[in-house]
């Protein structure tokens, strides 16, 4: 069950990255300060995405291991 979570929250975060996105193309021409707060949400995102997949592969590996 422990694995699922971790899983729901990697592509959770993907989606945040997603729907900032989206908000920094509805933001782009009217107040770009907001857009470029997306823009930074989305990168932080994206990065947490590819860190929890990391971190959550290293576990599994090291519970194979045990």
Do not use: C, G, H, P
Request: aromatic letters at 26%.
């Amino acid at each position: 069950m422990q694995k699922k979570i971790f899983k729901l929250f990697e592509y959770v975060y993907i989606v945040m990255a997603a729907f900032s996105i989206y908000l920094v193309w509805e933001n782009w021409a009217d107040n770009r300060t907001r857009a470029y707060l997306f823009a930074f949400f989305a990168v932080v995102a994206i990065f947490m995405f590819f860190f929890k997949r990391n971190f959550r592969r290293k576990m599994e590996d090291r519970n194979k291991n045990q």
